[in-house]
């Protein structure tokens, strides 16, 4: 997995594939495949960055999960 800073929001399908990938913007780094990655730098919505430590990529992923549905 690699990351980047969004600047532009965007969409990336792969190749006779029914998965495709959405991103936002946002100030924070985001964390997505290679191919994902590679594919919105080459487009200028977003900038290759550096992971961050383990503390704070572990905090930003528990902000991503979905409510419980009971």
């Keep these: 997995m690699a990351w ?3 600047s532009t929001g965007g969409t990336f399908r792969r190749p ?3 998965y495709s990938f959405t991103f ?3 100030p924070e780094p985001q964390e997505w495949p290679q191919d994902v990655v590679t ?3 080459s ?3 977003a900038e290759p960055a550096n992971p961050p430590s383990r503390q ?3 905090a930003s992923k528990r902000k ?3 409510p419980a549905v009971l």
Excluded: H, I, Y
């Design 24 to 26: 936002a913007a946002g």
């Design 16 to 18: 006779r594939s029914v």
């Design 56 to 58: 704070v990529a572990t």
């Design 39 to 41: 594919f919105a730098v």
């Design 43 to 45: 487009k200028g919505w």
């Design 64 to 66: 991503k999960k979905p």
């Design 4 to 6: 980047m800073l969004v």
